[in-house]
């Protein structure tokens, strides 16, 4: 994490404890946090990050789980389910508690450095996250890359009724989310984004879905291409200017 600033950031969770979680912070300008995926904060995640404030960006990574700076899925999967009090990975119509420690996180950076609102990057275990994080006013917008809770019930939603009624109401005054897939993912499968679909954008659009072609996963980090015109590149593209029109 060299050229990264860290501190701890504190904040209370549903069931009334508090959590503890390292935040590493790069960069200047408009402030986009990256919240890691389930293989962990490995150097695909960091060149997003450092693709990110190449464009311009502020990244915010917090440290929820797993070392720095590799890829440990196994490892980390164990880690997470040990985690009940944050994590609850099976769980329909609710959202995970650490989301209300994200939530705590999106409002001290508006805070802190003056911005009008911050965008969010959630990813596989984490994608729910970033369009929940919509229902608060510290957030104005979110990307949901291949977005797999509950990883078994892909019809179902990580998160509350309550929720989506917030999260609608705040997308109609901001902007659309957006998310990101495989078209051959086997843990995001065309039937999750029919769920997102069905749930926001019945009456107007809230979403924006976008399947890429091919069987990867991970659109932003593990499957990135970085080449001109490959649909990942593209991706990316679209995920800045995006963050551009919503956060500048």
């Keep these: 994490m060299q050229g990264y600033s860290k501190r701890p950031f504190s904040a209370p969770v549903a069931g009334g404890h508090e959590v503890t979680h390292d935040v590493y912070t790069q960069g200047a300008g408009p402030v986009v946090v990256i919240i890691q995926e389930l293989p962990g904060i490995g150097p695909q995640t960091l060149e997003l990050a450092t693709k990110l404030r190449a464009a311009g960006f502020m990244t915010v990574l917090p440290h929820?789980?797993?070392?720095?700076?590799?890829?440990?899925?196994?490892?980390?999967?164990?880690?997470?389910?040990?985690?009940?009090?944050?994590?609850?990975?099976?769980?329909?119509?609710?959202?995970?508690?650490?989301?209300?420690?994200?939530?705590?996180?999106?409002?001290?950076?508006?805070?802190?450095?003056?911005?009008?609102?911050?965008?969010?990057?959630?990813?596989?275990?984490?994608?729910?996250?970033?369009?929940?994080?919509?229902?608060?006013?510290?957030?104005?917008?979110?990307?949901?890359?291949?977005?797999?809770?509950?990883f078994f019930d892909q019809s179902a939603l990580h998160m509350s009724p309550e929720e989506v009624h917030q999260i609608k109401t705040r997308i109609d005054a901001t902007q659309p989310a957006m998310a990101l897939r495989f078209e051959g993912d086997p843990l995001c499968m065309a039937e999750k984004f029919g769920a997102l679909d069905r749930t926001f954008n019945s009456d107007r659009r809230r979403i924006d879905l976008h399947t890429l072609p091919g069987k990867g996963h991970s659109v932003l980090t593990l499957d990135f291409v970085d080449k001109a015109g490959h649909p990942t590149t593209q991706a990316l593209e679209n995920v800045i200017s995006y963050f551009r029109s919503s956060l500048t």
């Design 64 to 150: 929820l789980f797993g070392p720095l700076g590799s890829i440990s899925l196994a490892g980390n999967m164990v880690r997470v389910l040990c985690m009940r009090r944050e994590f609850r990975i099976l769980e329909k119509n609710a959202s995970s508690p650490i989301v209300d420690w994200l939530r705590a996180l999106c409002r001290d950076l508006k805070a802190t450095h003056g911005v009008k609102g911050v965008g969010t990057i959630g990813m596989c275990l984490t994608g729910n996250f970033a369009i929940s994080l919509l229902a608060d006013d510290s957030v104005l917008a979110g990307v949901a890359s291949q977005p797999s809770m509950p």
